[in-house]
């Protein structure tokens, strides 16, 4: 009994190599989904890093809302700034203008922090908009 059988050491390397084959297949499907995965946060990277250069660009909103002041600058009575904020105080508007205002103000891509639109009188509107920078 000295003697290992030549059978029993081929059916051991057999089972070594069928476990050797089963990790490796198990580790490609692990690294081929890492993969996707990979992609899928590069492209969602990317996506932020466009959406914050877009919306995050200060100078980009200042001239955005120095383009809504001057659209709506007849009825513009003050403009103050605190920090990262404007506010805009409009006054004297009708119907017809301030709903194209506020369809400007919506339709833009301005960062809109308040607004409130209060009735002044005789068919006229008063308006408070506060603009993030």
Same mark, same amino acid.
């Given at each position: 009994?000295?003697?290992?059988?030549?059978?029993?050491?081929?059916?051991?390397?057999?089972?070594?190599?069928?476990?050797?084959?089963?990790?490796? #297949? #198990?580790?490609?499907?692990?690294?081929?989904?890492?993969?996707?995965?990979?992609?899928?946060?590069?492209?969602?990277?990317?996506?932020?890093?466009?959406?914050?250069?877009?919306?995050?660009?200060?100078?980009?909103?200042?001239? #955005?809302?120095?383009? =809504?002041?001057?659209?709506?600058?007849? =009825?513009?009575?003050?403009?103050?700034?605190?920090? #990262?904020?404007?506010?805009?105080?409009?006054?004297?508007?009708?119907?017809?203008?301030?709903?194209?205002?506020?369809?400007?103000?919506?339709?833009?891509?301005?960062?809109?922090?308040?607004?409130?639109?209060?009735?002044?009188?005789?068919?006229?509107?008063?308006?408070?908009?506060?603009?993030?920078?």
């Amino acid at each position: 009994m000295n003697r290992i059988n030549p059978f029993l050491i081929l059916l051991l390397l057999l089972a070594l190599l069928a476990v050797v084959i089963w990790q490796d #297949r #198990r580790l490609q499907g692990e690294i081929v989904a890492a993969q996707e995965r990979l992609v899928q946060l590069e492209r969602l990277g990317k996506r932020l890093a466009s959406l914050k250069n877009y919306w995050g660009d200060r100078k980009l909103q200042e001239r #955005r809302i120095n383009q =809504f002041t001057t659209f709506a600058a007849r =009825f513009v009575k003050r403009k103050e700034r605190h920090g #990262r904020k404007v506010k805009l105080y409009l006054a004297g508007i009708g119907p017809k203008d301030a709903d194209r205002i506020v369809s400007k103000l919506l339709n833009s891509f301005l960062k809109v922090g308040t607004l409130k639109i209060e009735t002044a009188g005789k068919g006229e509107l008063s308006m408070e908009v506060e603009l993030l920078l």
